[in-house]
């Protein structure tokens, strides 16, 4: 962002959310309040605190994301922001052009800056947080599930853990994924009493599952929604469900 080179040196600290920065013999304290992720700060109102008080907030980028959706009214959501990444999703290439120029007007009154090499516009469909978005809904990358799929079958701690990281992302794009890893992460325990046969046996199952993994359909927050529940001695899941279409699954195996 351009404006962050009118402050010189700067020293930030993600993880305390604090910005550091020196105008003429005074040192400047930026302090980062998570509870603020839900309030929107006006750029206004910071230049205004730190002319005055020398203090002020970061700003996130997540405020204009309320700021255009707000302005599109409740049921009609059509930005998600993710750090630095911008997602717009429009029914038709008209109302896309539309809702681009808003965000890039917003962008521009937040004196926000944009890489351009690094944008992709008109597109039917988007890779996205390691998810595949089109018309259809969302789809696990291809990229990953191969990699599953390629994945060693080797039990050693370092390589199930891997294992385990990649395959539960996607989570809650397979049914009963709790109960096929359950196997896998009791693996993990120093007292774990699966034989090696059952843990090669839920790899493998946890493998195909990953293999056909299905589209998912996107919310519509206008429609209602239905959660089928099912629960045992071994686990509970639950579907979450919109007009015949499953969004996302939950999956959570008992301990015995």
């Not at 997602?87 to 681009?100: A, G, M, P, V």
């Not at 998912?216 to 509970?236: M, N, R, Y």
Request: proline share 3%.
């Amino acid at each position: 962002m351009k404006w962050l080179a009118t402050l010189g040196r700067t020293q930030v600290d993600w993880r305390e959310l604090t910005m550091r920065f020196q105008v003429g013999e005074t040192i400047v304290m930026l302090q980062g309040d998570p509870s603020l992720s839900k309030t929107l700060v006006s750029m206004k109102s910071m230049i205004k605190a730190f002319r005055e008080k020398g203090e002020g907030v970061l700003l996130e980028l997540g405020s204009i994301t309320a700021d255009f959706n707000e302005a599109q009214g409740p049921a009609e959501t059509v930005v998600l922001v993710f750090f630095d990444d911008i997602l717009i999703y429009s029914r038709t290439l008209k109302e896309h052009c539309e809702h681009l120029k808003c965000v890039l007007r917003l962008l521009e009154e937040h004196q926000l800056f944009a890489n351009k090499n690094k944008c992709q516009f008109g597109q039917s469909k988007v890779e996205y947080l390691g998810h595949v978005i089109s018309k259809d809904g969302v789809a696990a990358d291809q990229s990953k599930i191969k990699a599953t799929c390629d994945w060693p079958s080797s039990h050693g701690l370092k390589e199930l853990r891997g294992f385990l990281g990649l395959t539960g992302y996607y989570r809650r794009c397979v049914q009963d994924y709790g109960k096929l890893a359950q196997p896998l992460t009791e693996r993990l325990c120093k007292d774990n009493f699966f034989g090696d046969e059952v843990v090669e046996k839920a790899f493998q199952k946890l493998k195909a599952a990953m293999v056909t993994v299905p589209v998912l359909a996107l919310p519509d927050l206008s429609k209602q929604f239905i959660v089928e529940i099912d629960a045992s001695g071994h686990g509970h899941g639950a579907v979450l469900i919109q007009e015949c279409y499953q969004i996302a699954y939950y999956s959570h195996a008992l301990n015995p």
